[in-house]
Each structure stands twice: as structure tokens, then as C-alpha cells.
């Protein structure tokens, strides 16, 4: 990893644009994240711009970023970190532009928002991927159906269904200010934009977190149970239902049972809690391990294996929930409830489920959402909650000065 000497002084705003036009315009991978809680925007761009596979090895994997699709395929993208970029959005710093990204932005400067767009038209109008039709409100509502019946006669104890929803992308689409947007409007969720040639460009804020490891902490979490955050404090006043609740508990039983799997007993439970993702509202249980005391230097790795996909966005059992999804959604996920976050980074690690999200190819967003479904589901409701979710990102495509 090297970190390029700098030579004009920008802000962050102006920083931001010039990695995007670099990394378009020289058709590289690379992806820009902040994280939850934080103000700092991180970068990694590798020039070779091919797509390289790895096993998910993480303690053997060098600085990058990690993207896993939801079929569990052990095998990873990994863009690794030849070029690492990070600066603070509420410092009043001015930037001094690394000299690799000098001369693209100064022949645009003037224009960054209207070149970004437009190389980003051209590189996503070949991009590849399912070209399937959006869901259809009578498919979903049908397969909720479907589910609940696999769920009656004792199939399934739980699945989450999901579907697509296409956006057209809009004509002064501005790139920059949507990923700032999203930044200013969901402050507890990773947001993120990837972009690998011929593999997939892809924009989100996703609220959950698979596993993080600093040091020796590691820490997952079950979220699950979604409903609209209404009133003055909603986190403080919102109840659950019995569905909401055993939904959410399913999910951290899953947690718990991978957990003994490893026969790993010493573990932090905290929660649930309500918990706030924008204008949504969730159900969160937190679990922290030491992984020096329990001597599982390795758990990081280890858990990811075991929980990708976890109940919160397959079901339960995983392979009954896993083929019911193969057989009736329609559409490939792709990297929807996959995983992707940083690797080995400032002695970090930080690996989120793909949720919130779209997929910008040709000349639309295709968004992807899904809600957990159990024996108390009402089909209507399930469409009305991939609804909000969808409208996590989408209202954001439409206007960015929303936030
Ligand atoms: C599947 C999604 O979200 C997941 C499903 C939830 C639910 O069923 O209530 C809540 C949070 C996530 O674990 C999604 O956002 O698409």
C-alpha cells in the first residue's frame, strides 16, 4: 500500500471528485466507504483494475476491500489497496491532491459534476448483470404466500424474500453529492460505492454489520423487525410485536448457534435494542468477544464463514431458505445481502451485509430489498416495508439535496 506524495490543495468536496474522475476515467477498481459513527471517508483504488477472487482468509489477506455475493461461493472480489486515500468531512482542511490525480481534475475542475456523470454513463451502459424485469407487487405478495405455507407445514421456520425495484437514473445524477448525501443522512450505516470493471458499480447504507475485529475485539450483531421511525423519540418509544420480536430472536439464536458450533462460550450479548437506520427503526442485539481471552485469534474469519448468509437476510434452516429463494424470487441477488467492507485497514477490519442498496447499470439503479417472513406475515405489509427500504437509497438518486 503506498500513500502518493500531494501537490494542489483542494477540499474535500473537490478531493472526492478528483479520485472519482481519476478512477472512472482510467476504468480501475475501486471503492469509497465512511464509516458508521465516523466523519472520514476512505478510498482504495488498485490500477491494475483487474478483478482478482480470494478466499476470505481475512488475517492472510493484505490491505483492501472485500465483496462477497450472497450465494455463498467462498470466494471473495478483493480490491486490494495499491492506493489508500482518507480524509475527515468536518475537519475545515484543505487537501493537498495527490499528484496521480492532478491532471484529470484540473482539465475538468469546472465541470467535475457533469464529466463524473457522464463517464459513469459510459462505464456502467456495458456493465453486466441480471437484466430481469422489476418484481411484479402480485409475484412478492405471492411468494409471501408461498413462504408462509412452507413456514405452516414446518419447511421453514423463517425466510426473507426480496425483490427488485428499478429507478431510472436521473438525468443530473451527481454522484459526488448523493454519496455525501447519504453520508449526512444515515450517520449509523456504512456507505459505499464500488466500482469493478465488468463485475458490477454499486451505491448503499447498509445498517448492519457482519463482523468487525480491532485488536482483540470482535463484534457481530442480529438486526431484524423493521417499522417506520414516527413521533419525537422513537427509539426510546416504539414496542414490538411478538412477530417483530421472535424474528429479531431468531437471528441472534443463529449468532449463539454458530457460536457453539466453534464451542466458543465466553461472549457478550447486549440488547435488543431499538435501533435507528435512517428513517427505519430495527431490532438490534450486539455480540462482543474477546478473542485473546477466549484464544480464538482467528474468529473473525471463522465467523464469517459460519454466518454468511445469516437468518437476518436468508433463514432459517439456511439451506431450506437458501433454495427457496433459488426457486422463487426470480432475479440473482448478485451482491445484495453478500457481504463488503474494508480489510486490514489501520488494524481494522470492518465487514457489512450488502443491504440498502443499488446496482447502476445501463441507464437505470436496479434496487434490491427484502423482509424477513414468518408465520405471522401479512404479504401486504412485507411489500409496504421492501418499499421504505428501496426508498433509503432512492430518494436520494431522485434529489440529493434532500439531506
Ligand atoms: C433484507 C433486508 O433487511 C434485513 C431484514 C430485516 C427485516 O426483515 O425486518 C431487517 C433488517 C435486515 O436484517 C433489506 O434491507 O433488504
Redesign the pocket.
Known sequence: MSTVAAKKTVSVVEFLEAIFLSALEGDVQFAVWRKPGTSKIEVVLDSNGNATQVIPHLEQLPSGFILHPFADTKSAYFIPAETYFSFDLEADTAYELPENLVSGFDEHSFTSGETIRQLLKKRISSETGDTKEPTAKEAFLAMVEEAKQEILVGKLFKV?T?RTKHCPLPTRFDLVQTFLALCAAYPNSFVNFFRIPGIGTWLGA???LLIRTKGKLFHTMA????QRAVGDNPVKNTAWTQK?IE??AL?SRYIVSCFKKIRLREYDEIGPKTSM?GN?L?LKSDFFVDMKATGFPELGTVMLDLLHP?S??CGMPKETAHQFIETHEGFERGF??GYLGPVNIGGETSIF?N??CGQLRGDQVIL??????TEDSEPEKEWE??EM?CD?IRRFLLKPELS
Open positions: 426473507v426480496a447498509t445498517p448492519e438486526l431484524a423487525g423493521t417483530e424474528e429479531q437471528v437506520a427505519l430495527h445469516t437476518a437476510v445484495f445481502a451485509v443491504l440498502r434490491y430489498a427484502g423482509a424477513g417472513i416495508e421492501t427500504k433509503i
